[in-house]
């Protein structure tokens, strides 16, 4: 059962007088338990919708509408899967110490995978799950392989009993479903050998695997550093070496490069990243693959619209791992808005506000008429980690700030009068 949190005026939900904290029972006759079976059992023009209002009373609705008609409800949000592995190098280990609850919650959800594109390990998948993912054919949906070979798998998930992948891929396979997969890159562990093995298991499935990416492993200074580490310059290098060499195969074969290095592949492998045909759809691009080119071809596709800023001074903040990626978007950036550009490094603009405001305010910036923050730096509720809010980190400046996704969204508007 999933509750209502809001309704769209002058749609068929309200129209049935459905409002916040309805809870919505069943669909023809089967259990609604979460977003999934909403979208899907209501996806027919006709079906019977078992309701109970805030007040207790229970009502059946035979609903009739067209296809195109949203019923026009806002979900509560699902209850997150929890994870059943401990990797070494878990980004939430790497999380300083004093942020939300929430934030500490290690997530793997495939309805996230489906929904969001959020990568799941799918080790935590019951008969239930599985029976879901066939039925509502859930694809694509967005694999943490790291490694095809059982026991190294396990051992990078830390997880004794995750199940093996290939067969849990196979199964989903033959019956339509595809995957876009990620290999996290641990030196010693999942490299060399262990990655041609994968990726070969990976390749020999087909059009199930749309695509594969490899994404060193990062850690922070909270990281278990005991247990695991960063690649090297040598092994980045020879991870790039592994996917290239296979682009001429993929390309005869499918015309897509099908496997991708992450931009900071490239940066700690200290190799120039490859042009921007050669991530094809920009599958992965949220993922960290081909981020720098999607958003050199974003701001020249907008430069038209992105005038006005001559002789302003833009800071555009950005984390120490995206930083020395940055000058290739910041010169076109700065060739279509004619703006003087600075680049402020802040340690890590997922860490909150303090350290943002730290990189803004040295001297109090008197020069700088608008800072452009990533966009990811905030939640869905406009908060960042350390749950300031956009607004009063705004009013702590004296200048004008602006989320951003790829520079030309939040360029488009002169400053604020
Ligand atoms: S799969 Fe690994 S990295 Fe992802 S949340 Fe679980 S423990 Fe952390």
Not at 44 to 52: G, I, K, N, P, Q
Not at 227 to 250: G, M, Q, Y
């Amino acid at each position: 059962m999933i509750t209502v949190a809001a309704v769209q005026p002058e749609s068929i939900a309200e129209e049935l007088g459905l409002k916040p904290g309805t809870q919505l029972v069943a669909v023809n006759g089967r259990k609604v338990e979460d977003f999934l079976d909403w979208e899907f059992l209501t996806a027919d023009e006709e079906f019977v919708l078992h309701v109970r209002q805030p007040d207790g009373e229970e009502i059946e609705f035979e609903i009739e509408r067209p296809l195109d008609e949203p019923m026009g409800v806002a979900l509560e949000p699902p209850r997150i899967r929890r994870c059943a592995n401990r990797c070494d190098f878990c980004f939430v280990d790497g999380l300083p110490p004093g942020l939300r609850e929430v934030l500490y919650i290690r997530d793997d959800d495939y309805r996230l995978s489906f929904r969001y594109g959020n990568f799941a390990t799918l080790t935590n998948l019951k008969p239930h799950d599985v029976a879901r993912i066939i039925e509502y054919r859930l694809s694509p949906l967005y694999v943490s392989v790291h490694a095809t070979d059982l026991m190294v798998r396990r051992h990078l998930l830390r997880n004794p009993t995750a199940p093996e992948i290939i067969p849990q891929l196979r199964r989903f396979a033959e019956h339509g479903i595809q995957f876009h997969t990620q290999v996290v890159l641990s030196p010693g562990v999942n490299d060399g050998r262990v990655l041609q093995r994968t990726l070969d298991d990976l390749w020999g499935f087909g059009p199930a695997v749309l695509s594969c990416s490899i994404v060193p492993v990062g850690l922070t200074e909270f990281s278990k550093h005991h247990l695991c580490r960063e690649p090297t310059t040598e092994e980045c290098r020879a991870a790039v070496s592994e996917a290239e060499s296979r682009w001429p195969i993929a390309l005869e074969a499918r015309g897509i490069h099908w496997v991708y290095g992450a931009d900071e592949l490239y940066l700690r492998a200290g190799l120039p990243l490859p042009g921007a045909g050669a991530y094809d759809g920009f599958e992965q691009v949220e993922n960290g693959v081909g981020a720098v080119r999607w958003l050199q071809q974003r701001i020249d596709s907008a430069a038209a619209g992105l005038r006005g800023w001559a002789g302003r001074h833009i800071g555009v903040v950005t984390g120490t791992a995206m930083a020395p990626l940055m000058p290739q978007v910041l010169e076109p950036l700065a060739r279509a808005t004619g703006a003087e550009l600075e680049l402020v490094t802040v340690e890590n603009t997922l860490f909150g506000t303090s350290v943002t405001t730290a990189g803004l305010l040295p001297g109090g910036r008197p020069e700088l008429a608008l800072a452009l923050l990533p966009g990811e730096s905030v939640n869905d509720d406009g908060l960042f980690i350390d749950s300031m809010s956009v607004a009063s980190l705004a009013q702590q400046l004296p200048f004008e700030i602006r989320l951003s996704q790829d520079f030309a969204d939040a360029l488009d508007l002169p400053l604020a009068a």
